[in-house]
Structures are given as structure tokens and as C-alpha cells.
């Protein structure tokens, strides 16, 4: 019991009104205010809000005894840092003379946050006399006003500033624990002894200090000069072997000597600011040997204080009343007796996401909440819990026998978090890992589509390596069953669960199509045996599907909700779950999710089959541009200056399946698979469109001014150029870098070539059932002639394609012309030594075609915008003299237009004689065989191309790379075509929006949730005549 103060004992105890909000209250009028009359004590700020209710609920939930200052625990709070944003900067978030109709950042900014901008405005102004009321006037602000609002702002994204200030509140919380319950007689709590920086330490490792820029070391200065004495920096430097490099055993072949360095606020200065290292460890050679992350974290453990690490992202922040908690948790390690397993723990925490900014974010955000929470809690209980969460604290000592906090192996460790849970539960020895509600931290999400999707490409790809770990085949071993069958849920299982589900719409449309071409025709029906007890193949499938997808549909879509609807109304209220539920079906979620879906199983399967997987750095910060449809155009004509789009990002993921997907479902109906039992269909069909228009529509759905028409036209003028220019070479480099990149893993036979086998043979049976009964109609046909009926029908159409093509390079050869293909093939190639100077970076090598040839023997590259460069002149490469109307031979895209009617009318030639006696079905079997047989061929191609056998190929190498370009061109051209067909009404209803309320965008309202932002207009404001000042002599205005 605390003592009474003197003031007390003078004047007896103090009265204080009690705030109603810590009023109890009984259900009936919590009720009453949550659903009826609201209460007017309640802040508005949505943020304030959880903070209140998250304090309350953690002081109800059951936590350990904490530690009594001044007898504190040491621990270490580690975030790694490589190229993240420090603190925002101005051209961030406004640029003046910024393009027409796009809102800077600041103004995002300035309206979600609108309340605590008035307070910022308003302290600013109280403060200083100089700080203007310019409101959303941006460019009227002076620097220093701007450097202000730069840390606002930075409060209030994902920056390191936000998180280094956050963690840093454990400062002031230790110190905050020691003056209220501190053991006074303890001789550590001497006022020169106490300091709370001796039981915490903030230790930012930034990997690249050595490189940063003065902006970046300025920041980082301005952290120092901020922010309490706990924070230190750790880094990598380096430095040249020097001469007692033999007498120091360093290995021959190291060309430099690497150190862990630690800075923090005391340390010296070198002129351009940055710090002098107090304490060098000298390392055994280069440090980064795996994706960069984990080798961060490990290289600073030296320097972290205390038994106990928190690893911590750059993306994330705290409250200083989460901070009080800290004895608490670390309580958990809290041990009876010398040896007890009771220190041997990861201990888990949920984290509040707080980037639940516009739809996207919001449907990210809740993702996070459902996963970090109530899903955490089930895998903590069911024994099934590994390391994922950064709010995670370890005891320290445990982790460095085990190798560190994270593993570091290149590509096998991309989620490099989860292997420090697996690897502490292999060794076992009563070693756990927990989960708890009492503590939060706060985490920012990604807010954009091609960043969240990024992130979870990351996340399937890191889960492919972590399926061929021995950690993964270990605990598959000594894991219980049920513990088991948990670990495969909460991890793999999930993954594999999206790549079956996307595959299984696909997979049923092809066997829909399949039974139904096979049924009568209608005529010469007595050839044919096909009708099953009197129902037809349509009827059959119709009843089928009606009992697989019916009303349950929406059980399934509400139950994969069912984690975070439960979740937001423990935690807040029913009313507030249903109204979170209710605006992300109606911002259309199941679109992003769907998608989503595709790509995790996309990425999941390739990294099984061809592996590459390389760590995905994804910007956070809110999409306020749009992103083009293939890149950006000039002023005037058909000329690109940068190449980079939504349709490049997942043309080969989704863009490509969903037209085959949408192809299908027209064929069904045609063939009249969806004429019968029309209400058993309904649901089939909405799960069908569902998919469709995920797959080819949304990304450009969530685009910020998407359907804006002066856009939409560019986006034309774009595509045409692309496919158009320099014969087609933008697309050419394109695909060179994606879809044909040598060392991608891809053997000219893999496993697609199996399936599409297996798809060949499935048709090829049905067909061959038709042709037998066509033979027993035309009886009159020998066997000779039957046999050539065959062959015909089956062979696939590349005759008149690959003569086309022989044709068109021996043209091009005989008037010296030279297409993007041969254009391609002159490109001078470089030895491997001038690759290994490119790597090292050698000046004066890196040209634009060396770069393309390094990425394409780099397995793990990512896509990127490029800008365009000017195409060289081929004849001034040396090559022939010829006419200058033709010096970049024939555009390959009218050679793709060329092959696909090629390829359509000799199919169609071939299968006549079915729409002859009126078998339509047959006719559209035969189109699937000899489609699916063009594919496989393809497929092969691609694999030549991409062989070692293509550069001796010769002629006939140009011959078959000009057919397997001009047919993959053509698919790119006729589903970038539908894409943009199906979005033109979309511009149009823009268009008419407004026109009709211009105050009120629909499409900001789904994407942001907000239907108000619009530029400011200017206006040129003449000067009156009176008022101008009078000139002597001048004339006077008459009254």
C-alpha cells in the first residue's frame, strides 16, 4: 500500500469526478447505445476507439505477475532495414504541376485523418504566428511548414520513423513503471544507477548506411536528435583487404573486408553527417548470402542487450499504453527453478492493422486481423503455432543455439520468420511456443492492389520452398496426428487449398464441355449411341451441377467471412461486424479474393515446378496514380517511353485463363449445354462469372481513375504501339523477359506438356467415336479414303501457318530487311567473364541489351517498369543494303493476324464435312482437339527456344521462333482486345457520372469509399481597371 502523500495528510484525501466512460454500465444500455442512441461520451476517432477498448480488455484477460522495477529484464526491440522509407518527404506527398485530375497523397491524407490534421493545424498555429490558413493549398506552404507535415505524415504511414517511435515508448513506460511501483530500497534504484536504457534498446540494423544518400543520413540524424538514447544502429561496412590481409587469413578470392558496426547519438561525425562506429566486429566474409532479410537480423544479434528480442518490421507502431504491458509479457519467461522450460518460449501477441484505407486496404486489413488473432489463438491451442507475427518476443539465448532469429538460406528461406518456430519445436526439451491478447502492436498493410497481390506472391512462393525443407519433412515425421493435420492447415494446406479451388471451375468447364459435345447431334442420330435412359448428355450435366452448386454457394462465401465477423463482433459489437461485412461485399471483395486465389496458387505450383523464388519488395503506401494498361506514350503518335502495366503484370497469371475460362462457357452455351434445367444452372453460372470477371477485370476494376476516358484513349494509342512499333519490339523484349527467360527452370517437357497430353487423348477419344459414325454415313468412302479423313481431322492447323512463316523470313532476307526476330538473333552476345563484371558492376558495361542478357540467365529477377530506349539501326549494325520503306521487315503483329486466320481456316477446311451433315458439336470437339494440339506445339517451341539446341538451329530456327512469336503475339492481341472491349461501357457509365454529378465519382467510392475527391480548378482572375493604381496623366475611367 503506497504511502499518503504530504499534501494528503495536510488536507485529506482529493475528490475527482469520474469520466462517464468509466462508468459501468449494464447490457441493456450498452445495447441501447450501440444500436439506437449513441453516447456522446464516446470519441469519434475511430483509432481512439480501439485503443480504449483494447486497454480495457487486456487488464480483464488473465497475464502473468510482472517484473517490479527496478529488477527489469533486458530486451531488445531488432528491425531491419534496407531501402524503406525513413521519413516522408515532400515530393511524396504533393508535386506541384502534377498530372491533370490526380490528388497528391497530403490530400488522402488530410481527409482520412481529418480530425487530427485540425489538431495539427491548430497547434502549429498556436505556436507559431507564421503558420498559414492555406488549408488543401498545398503549394503554399514554405519548407519548414513543410518538413512539419512531412512528420505528420509519417506518423500516419508505414514508415521506419513511425515504428522506431513507437518502440521507443517502451522508454518512457519502463521509466513510467519505475516511479509508480519501483523498489526504493533496492540500491538499484539510486537515481545514478536507474536508467531505462540499461533494461531496453531499440536497435535499427540498416543494412545499407554505408550507401544511403544525405536525405537518408539526414533522417537518420534527425531520429538520433528526436528520439531517446535507447535507439542505436547497427550496419554493415567495408572496406578494402588492405596489406595484413595473409596475416589475417583472409581467403584469396574476398575482395573486401566486411564489419557489423554499431552508431547511436554520442557518436562522432564524418563531413557528410554520417556516424562513426563506436564498437566493430569484423565478419568472416560477405554477410548477405541469402534474401537479405534474415542476414540483417542475425549480423546485429552481438549488439542486442538483454535476454529477451522482439524482431519488428518497418512497417509497424505502438501505443504507450501497450507499452505498459512490457512487465507483463515478459513475465511469460518468468522460471520457478534452474532449469525449467518455462524461459524456453515464443511468446505470440496479436497486432492492430491500422492501414485499413479504402477497399483494398480493407479487405487486406481484415485478412490480417482474422490471421493474426482468432486463427493465431486456434493454432496456439492446437499445437500448430510457428513463429509469424513480429510482435513476437523470444528469449534470445534459446535462438542463437539454434543459428539466430531467422534463417538465411538463398530462395529455401524466402519466409524466413516461420523457420525460427519450426526449428525451436524440432528441438523440443519442453520448448513451446504461446499466443496471448493482452499486448498489441500496431502494423501497417499493404493499400494497393499490385502490393498486396505482391505480398502474397511472396508469402506462396517462400511456402513452395518451405515445402522440400527437411523442417517441414521433420515435423511431418514427429508431429502428432492431430497436431499434424493442424501444421498442413495453417500452412501448406492453405496454399494448395487456393491453387485446387482456382483450378476447379477450369477443370468442370472442360468436363462440361467435353460430355455435352459428346451427345446427339440431332441428325443421322441412329450412327450414334449417346442418350442415357432418354435424358441427354446436357440434362445429365445440368442435374449434376444443380446438386453440387445451389444456394449453398452463399453458406460457403459467408463462412469464409465467418473468422473476422466473429472476431470484430467479440471484440466490438454485432452491429459493427455486419456493417464491416456488409461494405466489403458491396466494395465487391469477392473479386479481390478470388484473384488473390488465382495468384497464390500460381505462384505456389511454380515454385514446386521450376523454383526461383526471390524476395518481393512491395511498396505500402496508399495507390493515388493509375497505372497504365501496357505503358506510357509520348506526346503524339504511336511511340512508347516507358513499358509497364496492369496487362504485363498478369497477362500470363489470370489474363490468359480467364479468356480460355469465358471461351468455354460460350462454347457450353452454344453447343447447348446451358439450354437445359435453366434454374439448375443459375448458381454455376454466377460462380462462373465470378471468376471471369476476377480474372480479366480486376485489377483494372480497383485502378484509381481507371475509366477515365482521356486515359482509356491513351491506353489504345499505348497498346497499338506496343504491338505496332519497331515491328512489335516492345512486345518481343516483353515476352524475351517473362514467358521465354532462359534459366527459368523450364525443360522443353515438364509437366504441361503431360496434362495437355492428357487433354489431347480425352478429346480424341469423343472425336474418334464421330468420325466412325461419319464413316458408317458415307459408306461409299474406302478405308484409304476414312484414313486420310483421320489424319485430317486431327492433324493440327500449322500447315498454312508455318509456310506463311517460311515465306515471310525469306522475304525479309531477299530485301534485306530485318524484323524484331532477326533483329534479335544479330544482338551481340558477351562471355561470361563480361557477365561476371556486369554483376560486379564494371562501368561502361552495363548497355541495355547486356542487362536483358544478364536478367535472362538470373533466375530470380522481378518485372519492372523500363523505360523505352531508341531502337538501333539494323543495316548500321553492318547488316545488308536494302530499302528503307521496309528496314524493320514485317510487323509481327500482322503476321500474328496472318496465323490466326491461317490457323482458323485450314481447321475449319478440315472439319467441314461435320458442319456438312450438321453435327455442331462435333464440329466444336474438333476445334478443341486441334486447338489443344497447337497448344502443345507451342509448348514444345517455347521449349526449343528457350534450349541450348535453338542456337544451332540455323534458318529453320528463325522459321519456328517467327511461329511460336506470331501465334503468342496473337493470343496476347485477342485478350488484350476483350479486355479492353469489355471495359469500354465502363467508361462510358464514367463518362455519364460525370457529366450528371461530377462532385460524386462512383468508382472513387468503391475503391477509396469516398465519392468526393476532385482537384481544385484554377482560374486567372483579371485585375479590374479601377483597380489599378493611378498613373500620372493617365486617362480616368468614365462613370
Known sequence: VASATPAEEAHGPRRVKVPDIFREKNPLEMAARQMCVPDPNWPQNADVQWRIIALARGLGLPMPRPFRAPYMPGITVLIPHYGESILMMTKELFQDGGRKGELPLMHWLKHTYESEYAAFTSRMQARSEGWPVAGSDWGEYTKAQWDKMNSWASMRMQTLWRTVAGMCLYHPALQCHFEAQADRSSSLARPDVWDPSECFRCLVSMQMYKFFDQTQIDHTNQMFEKLPDCLKVAFIDCQGKGRAANEDSVHPRQRRRYFSCLIDKTSDSFPNRSRVPKLRIELPGYPILGDGKGDNQNHAIPFMRGPFSQCIDANQGAYFEQMLFLPCALGEFRSRYRGDPQSKRIVGFPEHITSDIGSIGDFAASAEVAFGTILQRTYSALGARMHYGHPDIMNKVFMMQQGGVSKATKTLNLSEDIFAGMDFTLRGQGRTIHHQEYFHLAKGRDLGFNTVLGFFSKLASGTGEQVITRQAFRLGQILPLPEALTFYYAHVGYYFTQYLVSMSLPLLAFVWLLVVSSDCEGSFDAFLSCSVGGRSAAEIMAGLL????????????????????????????????????????????????????????????????????????????????????????????????????????????????????????????????????????????????????????????????????????????????????????????????????????????????????????????????????????????????????????????????????????????????????????????????????????????????????????????????????????????????????????????????????????????????????????????????????????????????????FERCGRFGLVLDLWVRAHRMARDILTSVLILVALTPLVLINMLNDYLTPGLSLHHLLIYRNPNHLSKREAIVHACQWDVPEQPGAPQPKA
Open 546 to 949: 444443380g446438386i453440387w452448386f445451389s444456394w449453398l454457394l452463399l453458406l460457403f462465401l459467408i463462412a469464409s467471412s465467418l473468422p473476422l465477423f466473429v472476431e470484430v463482433w467479440s471484440e466490438r459489437s454485432f452491429k459493427t461486424a455486419l456493417v464491416r461485412f456488409g461494405k466489403q461485399l458491396c466494395t465487391l471483395s469477392p473479386l479481390l479474393f478470388i484473384f488473390q486465389g488465382k495468384i497464390i496458387g500460381h505462384y505456389v505450383t511454380n515454385e514446386l515446378r521450376y523454383g526461383g523464388a526471390t524476395y518481393v519488395s512491395t511498396g505500402r503506401g496508399l495507390p493515388t496514380e493509375r497505372r497504365p494498361f501496357v505503358g506510357e506514350a509520348h506526346g503524339k503518335g504511336l511511340k512508347l517511353k516507358k513499358v509497364g502495366g496492369l496487362y504485363l503484370d498478369y497477362a500470363a497469371i489470370t489474363y490468359y485463363d480467364g479468356a480460355m475460362l469465358l471461351a468455354g462457357t460460350v462454347l457450353i452455351a452454344f453447343v447447348g449445354g446451358a439450354g437445359a434445367a435453366q434454374s439448375q444452372l443459375n448458381w454455376i453460372f454466377v460462380s462462373l462469372s465470378l471468376v471471369i470477371v476476377s480474372w480479366l477485370f480486376a485489377p483494372f476494376i480497383f485502378n484509381p481513375y481507371q475509366f477515365e476516358a482521356t486515359r482509356f484513349w491513351e491506353d489504345l494509342r499505348c497498346l497499338t504501339a506496343f504491338f505496332m512499333e519497331d515491328g512489335g519490339r516492345h512486345w518481343v523484349e516483353w515476352y524475351n523477359r517473362t514467358q521465354l527467360r532462359k534459366g527459368s527452370g523450364r525443360s522443353v517437357v515438364d509437366i504441361v506438356f503431360f496434362l495437355g497430353a492428357f487433354f489431347i487423348v480425352a478429346w480424341y477419344a469423343m472425336m474418334n467415336v464421330k468420325i466412325q459414325a461419319l464413316g458408317q454415313i458415307f459408306a461409299a468412302y474406302s478405308k484409304d479414303q476414312l484414313f486420310e479423313l483421320n489424319v485430317l481431322m486431327l492433324m493440327p492447323p500449322f500447315i498454312c501457318s508455318m509456310a506463311y512463316c517460311v515465306v515471310a523470313m525469306a522475304l525479309e532476307r531477299i530485301m534485306g530487311c530485318y524484323g524484331a526476330i532477326r533483329r534479335l538473333r544479330r544482338r551481340p552476345r558477351r562471355s561470361g567473364a563480361a557477365f561476371l563484371d556486369l554483376e560486379a558492376g564494371a562501368p561502361g558495361v552495363a548497355d541495355g541489351a547486356e542487362v536483358e542478357e544478364a536478367e535472362a540467365r538470373e533466375v530470380h529477377v522481378a518485372e519492372r517498369d523500363r523505360a523505352v530506349k531508341p531502337a538501333a539501326d539494323p543495316q548500321g549494325a553492318g547488316g545488308e543494303s536494302g530499302c528503307r520503306c521496309c528496314l524493320f521487315g514485317m510487323p509481327l503483329a500482322i503476321s500474328a493476324v496472318c496465323v490466326l486466320l491461317l490457323d482458323i481456316v485450314e481447321a475449319a477446311v478440315a472439319l467441314y464435312r461435320f458442319t456438312h451433315v450438321g453435327w455442331w458439336r462435333a464440329f466444336v470437339a474438333g476445334l478443341m482437339l486441334k486447338w489443344g494440339i497447337s497448344c502443345l506445339l507451342l509448348h514444345l517451341g517455347e521449349g526449343v527456344l528457350r534450349s541450348q539446341v
